[in-house]
Each structure stands twice: as structure tokens, then as C-alpha cells.
């Protein structure tokens, strides 16, 4: 089976960077992706690691280790937008994409 | 382009009642993904698609069937409907590394 593990909230404030986790374990690993949802909508892709090391899209970064079953998503100059849930998922062997149980993000001012 | 569209947004059933939650894309997307997330939860894979024709079991399954006929339309049933089966639902399809969600379905059995 698949299983994905991520802190359930973390809390930072304005204009600071915060780091959010998540270790996986799985079979046929394709690559780890994250997701940002605001107060139950859709969510919305936000990166995506095949390969070990960073990715960065502007203000957010993504890094894997597919050694360590790793991989975080960095969050840089924080806006009061960024509150949100954060989900990092595994996209594996077959098509079949797992997701965590979410990171809960609070920005404060 | 419309993207994902589920329909209906709002359903209240009764315990026991049957319904189909549609999702059809827009996109030409091969793979398509039905998801339940319960309040403060994570999203839960019910059943996934990789293309027309071919469809295999997510984490929860159960109480929950799927077809897909069309490369666009990947419809949800729910027989026999439970309050457990009380959740928001989630349609997707995925292109590459990029999966990309309807708005979702609220779905209420008492």
C-alpha cells in the first residue's frame, strides 16, 4: 500500500519562509506533487518532483529525496494568502495518485 | 475550455437512496480520479480511470462504482447511499504531472 505522512499544522507569521514535510512510502514511485486548497475548495497544483533536488516556481520550492522517501515544500515571503491546506501526493506506478492527510498553514500578521 | 465539471454542487439524500455524481472534462485527459474528502481530512481515492474503458480501485472503494466510456465523462454511483458516504466529493482529471479538480460535490445522506 501507500502511505504519506506531513504535519497537521503549522503556523508562521508574515514575510517569513516555513518548511512543510512529508515522507512517503510506496511501491513503483513516480514522483511527488503538492496541492493548495483554501477553506474546502479545489485544490490547485503547485509543483511537481520526479528527480532528487529542488524545483522552484517563484515564491514556493519543491525538493525530493527519493532515497529518504522525502520531500518538502518550501514557502518563501509569506502572504496572508497563503493560508491554506497543503497536500503533497504520490503519483505512482498504474496512474494512481495518493494524497496525504494536508499540512494546515496559518499566516499571521 | 471548462476544465472539470461536477455536477450536481449540492445533494442531500436519504439513507438508502441511489445517485450518480457526474464529472466530465474538457481537456482530453487520460486519467481520471474520484475523490471523498471528510472535514479536516485528506482527500481519499475511490476509484481512478487511466483511460476509456478501464477503471481499478482507490483506497475506498467500497459502496461505490465508476464506468467510463468516453474519454470526457467519469460518473460516480452510489447505491444504497449511507451517513457515512456524507462528504465532499471530488472529480479529477490529470494530465503529465498535473491533476486538475472540479469544484467539488457536497453530498449529505440522512
Known amino acids: 500500500g501507500q502511505s504519506l505522512e506531513q504535519p497537521s499544522e503549522v503556523t508562521a507569521v508574515e514575510g517569513a519562509i516555513v518548511q512543510i514535510n512529508c515522507t512517503y512510502q510506496?511501491?513503483?514511485?513516480?514522483?511527488l506533487s503538492w496541492y493548495q486548497q483554501h477553506d474546502g475548495g479545489a485544490p490547485t497544483f503547485l509543483s511537481y518532483?520526479?528527480?532528487?533536488g529542488l524545483e522552484e516556481t517563484g515564491r514556493f520550492s519543491s525538493f525530493l529525496s527519493r532515497s529518504d522517501s522525502y520531500g518538502y515544500l518550501l514557502l518563501q515571503e509569506l502572504q496572508m494568502k497563503d493560508s491554506a491546506s497543503y497536500f503533497c501526493?504520490?503519483?505512482?506506478?498504474?496512474?494512481?495518485?495518493?494524497f496525504g492527510q494536508g499540512t494546515e498553514l496559518s499566516v499571521k500578521p | 475550455n471548462a476544465g472539470v465539471t461536477q455536477t450536481p454542487k449540492f445533494r442531500i439524500l436519504k439513507i438508502g437512496q441511489s445517485m450518480t455524481l457526474q464529472c466530465a472534462q474538457d481537456?482530453?485527459?487520460?486519467?481520471m480520479y474520484w475523490y471523498r474528502q471528510d472535514p479536516g481530512m485528506g482527500l481519499k481515492l475511490i476509484y481512478y480511470?487511466?483511460?476509456?474503458?478501464?477503471?481499478d480501485k482507490g483506497e475506498v472503494p467500497n459502496g461505490y462504482n465508476v464506468s467510463r466510456s468516453t474519454t470526457e465523462d467519469f460518473p460516480l454511483r452510489l447505491e444504497l447511499a449511507a451517513p457515512s458516504q456524507t462528504s465532499v466529493y471530488f472529480c479529477?482529471?490529470?494530465?503529465?504531472?498535473?491533476?486538475?479538480f472540479g469544484q467539488g460535490t457536497r453530498l449529505t445522506v440522512v
Open positions: 479529477a482529471s490529470r494530465l503529465e504531472s498535473q491533476a486538475f
Open positions: 510506496t511501491s513503483g514511485f513516480y514522483g
Open positions: 518532483n520526479a528527480l532528487d
Open positions: 501526493a504520490v503519483d505512482n506506478q498504474g496512474g494512481k495518485l495518493i
Open positions: 481537456m482530453n485527459h487520460n486519467y
Open positions: 480511470s487511466v483511460g476509456a474503458g478501464i477503471t
